[in-house]
């Protein structure tokens, strides 16, 4: 019997990484996506395709939507500096500068796209609640809201089914997530999560995802395997 | 005091441009965006940044994301034929080719990540259930639910307030609509419907979004100022 397919949205950075084994490991045959979206860190493009080719995805896309057009965040404008040092207290206060306006929805729409396309009904995102930065396309309602606006915006309806976004992480801690990618075969030294990386692409260990990262593996016991500049 | 932004979904196509006329209308400052998304039909881009000029947009964006790499649709498929000289009947039959998978979840992403980023809380598409060509992405239970998932995707549910998807034609026959675009000063024959135009940019007149169009501008008795091939 054929496997079923599903779409993950693969950033490059460990959440998707592990949302990418999670999709594996559960025996879909994966079509992984990303996006060239005028991002700051666009080395995480380069860890992306690695990540993809670990996990012999089935085809990896990377599709070019250029985001800083607008700007409107830290990660696409270079007039808005990417926050760094701040304290647990700091990041619980609101949505950051780094949040990128819609990006979720807009990267979400791409992914039913293509999964209608190649007739796949699951997605794979790697949204969690617990280790992130407070943005809003991250949460439950969010992701439920979407689905039912994929079901009814697409073929799904007239056709009696619906799409299924997957969330694994959402509940999950970060060193909860890492044990878990651990478990999976993820070779996070592949994954990249800064933020703001150096011109050579090394992590600048200052910023929320620097932080997030690195306080998650050693809350999870596990060598971090990233290099910082 | 400052004039409401509103971003206006423009193609380039006859509903679209009336959907702005409306907007126009209303007083809201009006920021067009169309999409060079790989279509068959790219000549309606030109059409939509005439329309834009016409009706004194404070900006018009054109974003380039190209649906064409997946294709799925005779629109963004060169190997799917484009159907000519459908019957009514024909056309009521369920979802035909020239859908594209998730356009309209694909559109709205982008317009409420530009509305995010200017500060607009309310959105023009031209989408319509009653002369129209089937696509799920039209109809107005997806409309709504695209509206609560842009409010849980984006600052708006946590700062207290809504995106508002407007959609002025949803009830409209196409006779009514261009009668309205003609009373808010449309000029049509800026407009492009044809999904499958000559090299030289001319209607086919036998696709339905011709069809559609000709039997509109008949049915309301204007002269249709289309040039066909």
Redesign the interface.
């Known amino acids: 019997m054929d496997r079923k397919k599903a779409v993950i949205l693969l950033s490059g950075g460990l959440d998707s990484a592990t949302a990418l084994a999670v999709a594996a490991d559960k025996g879909f045959a994966c079509y992984a996506l990303s996006f060239a979206y005028g991002q700051r860190h666009d080395v995480e493009i380069r860890a992306a395709e690695k990540i993809a080719a670990a996990f012999t995805c089935i085809e990896h ?1 990377t ?5 800083s ?4 965040s830290a990660l696409t404008s270079a007039d808005i500096d990417v926050p760094k040092d701040r304290t647990d207290g700091e990041m619980a206060e ?2 950051p500068v780094t ?1 990128v ?6 990267f ?3 992914a ?3 999964a ?3 007739g796949a009904k699951d997605i794979f995102i790697g949204v969690n609640s617990i280790d992130y930065s407070g943005y ?2 991250c ?1 439950p ?2 992701i439920r ?2 689905e ?3 079901r ?4 799904a ?2 056709e009696g089914w619906t799409f299924t976004i997957h969330t694994p992480l959402q509940k999950l801690g970060k060193e909860e997530i890492i044990k878990l990618g651990v478990s999976l075969g993820v070779n996070y030294s592949m994954t990249h999560s800064c933020y703001d990386p150096s011109p050579d692409g090394l992590a600048c260990g200052h910023c929320d995802s620097c932080e997030l990262r690195r306080k998650g593996f050693t809350e999870a016991g596990i060598p971090d395997p990233t290099i910082y500049a």
Do not use: H, M
């Open positions: 896309r599709v070019n939507i250029d985001l057009q607008w700007g409107g609101g949505i949040y306006p819609a990006r979720n929805t807009v979400l729409s791409f039913v796209a293509w209608e396309v190649i809003p396309d949460r309602e969010f809201a979407f039912e606006c994929a009814l915006g697409t073929k309806a007239d």
